[in-house]
Nanobody, 124 residues
Framework: VQLQASGGGLVQPGGSLRLSCAAS????????VGWFRQTPGKEREFVAA????????LHADSVKGRFSISKDSAKNMVSLQMNSLRPEDTAVYYC??????????????????WGQGTLVTVSS
């Protein structure tokens, strides 16, 4: 499965962006799809994830109430709606697929296909 992340850009604090993750060469069926983010010098940080079958979701505490992950079965796509963006949300955002129980989603080790990343910059 190849993943294509898109939707990043420059936005002012308080603004919104919507990231998308599309799959090619396969589908998300049977997988969980997640978003991580990374800033220079830091480890990749879990943001949110969704189980394709069943729709279970998990959001990191740092984004809860501001970000929302969802799926579009018709388009075979997962989106991350990001509202009330803050400068500290600035990062490269990666989507990934993997299998595992919800409690394991925080760990990078659970995810084995990664997209190329899309840069989100929150700045005035």
């Amino acid at each position: 499965v190849q993943l294509q992340a898109s939707g990043g850009g420059l936005v002012q604090p308080g603004g919104s962006l919507r990231l998308s993750c599309a799959a090619s060469g396969g589908t998300f069926s049977g997988y969980a799809v997640g978003w991580f983010r990374q800033t220079p010098g830091k480890e990749r940080e879990f943001v949110a994830a969704i189980r394709w079958s069943g729709g279970n979701t998990l959001h990191a505490d740092s984004v809860k109430g501001r970000f929302s992950i969802s799926k579009d079965s018709a388009k075979n796509m997962v989106s991350l709606q990001m509202n009330s963006l803050r400068p500290e949300d600035t990062a490269v955002y990666y989507c990934a697929v993997g299998r595992g129980i919800v409690s394991s989603w925080y760990s990078e080790d659970m995810w084995y296909y990664w997209g190329q990343g899309t840069l989100v910059t929150v700045s005035s």
